[in-house]
C-alpha cells in the first residue's frame, strides 16, 4: 500500500482546527496541492474568513467544504462524524489539529475538563467514529497535532478530571502526552490495514494561540513572540505528513521538523496507552458502540 500514496492532490482531507494558525496554513497549503479540503469551523465569521484565503491560494482542481462543530461537545463530535460519513464516499486523510489551553479549569457540557475535552477526547472519538470510512479508503492517514509541551507530563489517571491539582500549561502538557500515546495505540491498532497514524510537534509558533488567558499570558506570548516561527513553517510537518508518499511507511510516529523523533519516555510506555484508549472508551461511550 505504501507504493500507492502519490500525494493529497484529488483527495478528501478533513481537517479541525484550520481557521487560524497552524491549521488555517496547513489548509492553505494542502488546497494549493490540490485537495478537496473539508474544514471543521465553530465560528461562521472566521470560517468565511479562512475560506476566502484558503480558496485564493487553491489549485484549480482543488475543493474547498466547511463543516461546523463544537468539539468540546461529544453530541457535536458525532454530529460532525455523521456529516462526514454521509457527504463523502472517502475519507484519504483527517487531520487532528484543533487545540486549545485554558488558565483556569473549566467543565464541558460532557462534565469533563475542558482542555481534555477538546485536546484529546474529541481527537480520539472523531478518529474511531471515521476509522472505517478511513480503512475502506486505504491508503489513508490520520495526523494530529502535538507538542513537545508532554516532555515532564504524566497521565494523570488518579485525577483523570484535574479536580485536584489543574494548572493550565501542566494540564495543556498531559494532553499533549495523550495525543503522542493515543497515536501510538491507533498505529499498533492499525498495522496491516492501508492506514497510517502520526503526530508531530510543529515547534513554538507566533498565532493567537494562549493569548485568551488574561493579561500575564497574553504579555508572555507577546515577549516571546521574537521568538517564534510562522504559521507556515509551524505546518510543514503538518502538510509533509499529510502529503509526502515519504512517510508512507510511518506508523505511530512523533515526528518534529520533518524528522521522527524519540518522545519522553511516558509517551512510550504500551501499558499506558492502552490504558488510556480504555478510559477514552468509556469517557466517550465508544465502549458501548460497535467501533473497531
Same mark, same amino acid.
Given at each position: 500500500? #505504501? !507504493?500507492?500514496?502519490?500525494?493529497?492532490? *484529488?483527495?478528501?482531507?478533513?481537517?479541525? *482546527?484550520a481557521t487560524g494558525g497552524i491549521g488555517l496554513a496547513a489548509a492553505e497549503a494542502l488546497a494549493a496541492r490540490g485537495a478537496q479540503l473539508s474544514i471543521v469551523a465553530r465560528s461562521p465569521e472566521r470560517a468565511e474568513q479562512a475560506l476566502t484565503r484558503i480558496r485564493g491560494s487553491a489549485r484549480a482542481d482543488a475543493g474547498v467544504d466547511v463543516l461546523f462543530a463544537d468539539l468540546s461537545s461529544e &453530541? +457535536?463530535?458525532?454530529?460532525?462524524?455523521? &456529516?462526514?460519513?454521509e457527504r463523502y464516499d472517502a475519507l484519504d486523510v483527517l487531520v487532528n489539529n484543533a487545540g #486549545?489551553?485554558?488558565?483556569?479549569? !473549566?467543565?464541558?457540557v460532557d462534565g469533563i475538563e475542558l482542555t481534555w475535552a477538546v485536546n484529546h477526547l474529541a481527537p480520539f472519538l472523531l478518529t474511531n467514529l471515521l476509522l &472505517?470510512?478511513?480503512?475502506? +479508503?486505504?491508503? /489513508?492517514?490520520?495526523?494530529?497535532?502535538? +507538542?513537545?509541551?508532554? =516532555?515532564? /507530563? !504524566?497521565?494523570?489517571?488518579g485525577d483523570v478530571n484535574a479536580e485536584r491539582s489543574y494548572r493550565g500549561m501542566r494540564r495543556y502538557g498531559e494532553t499533549k502526552l495523550a495525543n503522542i500515546l493515543f497515536?501510538?495505540?491507533?498505529?499498533?491498532r492499525l498495522e496491516g490495514s492501508g492506514?497510517?497514524?502520526n503526530c508531530f510537534h510543529p515547534g513554538f509558533v507566533a498565532t493567537g494561540f494562549n493569548r485568551n488567558n488574561g493579561r500575564v499570558m497574553r504579555a508572555a506570548m507577546t515577549l516571546l513572540r521574537p521568538l517564534s516561527r510562522s504559521p507556515e513553517k509551524g505546518a510543514r510537518t503538518? @502538510?509533509?505528513?499529510? %502529503? +509526502?508518499?515519504? @512517510?508512507?511507511? &510511518? !506508523? *505511530? *510516529?512523533?515526528?518534529? %521538523?520533518q524528522r521522527r523523533k524519540v518522545p519522553s519516555a /511516558?509517551? =512510550?510506555d504500551p501499558v499506558a496507552a492502552g490504558l488510556l484508549w480504555d478510559l477514552s472508551e468509556r469517557q466517550t461511550g465508544l465502549s458501548a458502540d460497535s467501533t473497531p
Open positions: 500500500m #505504501a !507504493q500507492e500514496w502519490s500525494g493529497v492532490a *484529488g483527495k478528501r482531507v478533513l481537517l479541525t *482546527g &453530541e +457535536s463530535v458525532r454530529r460532525l462524524a455523521g &456529516e462526514v460519513l #486549545a489551553v485554558y488558565r483556569s479549569r !473549566q467543565l464541558s &472505517e470510512r478511513l480503512r475502506a +479508503s486505504a491508503p /489513508a492517514r490520520v495526523v494530529t497535532t502535538s +507538542s513537545m509541551a508532554h =516532555q515532564g /507530563a !504524566q497521565l494523570p489517571f497515536t501510538a495505540e491507533l498505529g499498533r492506514v497510517t497514524a503538518l @502538510v509533509w505528513l499529510a %502529503d +509526502s508518499p515519504e @512517510v508512507a511507511g &510511518e !506508523q *505511530g *510516529g512523533y515526528f518534529v %521538523d /511516558a509517551a =512510550q
